[in-house]
């Protein structure tokens, strides 16, 4: 036989397999989301979401030393208030729970980076990511608030501020926002390409954010649309986004993968709720493996040019890349 091309060479024991390995994960790549709730001594397991919990601030400490133990750098907090209203105004509160928690997290682990998710929709009585008029949700009057929110939790100590609600302009409103009041080191992930999805299920449980009427499909993309995700992100960069965004992730490497090729800015993709929650309820019964299904995933995210994985499983990750070394 004289064949000439013998790719198995490449692959004939582990050693040789890890020096032509082309991507890796890292604990360094993961970030780690948060719900935290108004209200004491509360450690509450979310039904859809085995082994994600909502915390109030004064039982946050013990999540806090996992993600410490675990070597996790960042975390990404979500707030459920106890009262909501028309325009959210719990969101902008100096003493509300995002802002607490992160001055509780600020003055015991300063070094954790703290991003905080920037949306109305957990704290409007009607459940959408913006003010509503007749029915409509508003986009203009939506910045303002939004860049409020911003503000006073920049204040509290967050390092970067992460707005998820896909109104237009909310970027540059909200570095305007920040600039204005001596926060320029405050950086913006933006979630640029978020798709209207239904892979957000059980977030919705677990920050308790689902819309009273409608749907997000006014503001959040058409799953069916790549070239617009490319405009979505040209438009968060013009107006001074640090990060980019593709969420959710695995349905739409193709546009990870697009962001990367793109553009020089960090990408960064959301391994949300409901690939969270597939995972888990398949490996209860059996029927995957879920380190192996997991570790499989993150490296698919990884080969489509994400830099950051925002996940659920960011604690388990951690712990089996320490496995195996
Ligand atoms: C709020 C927000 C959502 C998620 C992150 N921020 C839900 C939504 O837009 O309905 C989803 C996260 C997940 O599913 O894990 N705007
Ligand atoms: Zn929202």
Redesign the pocket.
């Known amino acids: 036989m004289e064949l000439k091309c013998r790719l198995r060479r490449l692959r004939q024991t582990p050693q040789i397999r890890n020096l032509v390995r082309e991507h890796t994960v890292s604990v360094n790549d993961l970030i780690y989301p948060l719900f935290v709730i108004e209200g004491e001594n509360i450690k509450e397991e979310i039904k859809s979401m085995p082994n994600i919990y909502q915390y109030s601030v004064d039982r946050l400490d013990e999540e806090l030393q996992k993600i410490k133990l675990a070597g996790v750098q960042a975390v990404l907090l979500f707030g459920i208030p106890k009262v909501k209203d028309e325009i959210g105004s719990e969101a902008w509160n100096e003493e509300g729970v995002v802002a607490r928690a992160i001055r509780f997290i600020k003055s015991k682990y300063p070094e954790l980076v703290v991003i905080a998710d920037i ?3 957990e704290y409007t009585s009607h459940g959408h ?1 913006g003010v509503i008029k007749d029915g409509q949700i508003l986009n203009d009057e939506s910045l303002p608030l939004l860049a409020k929110m911003s503000v006073t939790l920049a204040k509290a100590g967050a390092d970067i501020v992460a707005p ?2 896909m109104m237009d302009g909310r970027i540059g409103y909200i570095r305007d926002a920040l600039d204005a009041n001596n926060l320029t080191n405050v950086a913006i992930m933006a979630y640029s390409a978020k798709f209207a999805s239904a892979y957000y299920g059980p977030f919705r449980d677990a920050a308790h ?1 689902a819309p009273q009427f409608g749907d997000r499909k006014s503001y959040q993309m058409d799953p069916a649309n790549a070239r617009e995700a490319l405009r979505e992100l040209e438009s968060d960069i013009a107006e001074g986004a640090d990060y980019i965004m593709v969420k959710p992730a695995l349905a739409y490497l193709d546009l990870v993968k697009l962001a990367y090729d793109s553009f020089n800015y960090p990408v960064v993709t959301y391994n949300v709720s409901g690939e969270y929650a597939m995972v888990k309820a398949t490996a209860k019964i059996g029927l995957i493996d879920e380190k192996r299904i997991v570790m499989e995933n993150m490296i698919a995210m990884k080969r489509a040019g994400a830099k950051l994985i925002i996940t659920y499983h960011a604690l388990d990750v951690a712990k089996w890349l320490k496995e195996d070394i």
Do not use: I
């Open positions: 949306c109305l929709c990511c998820s609600d954010s």
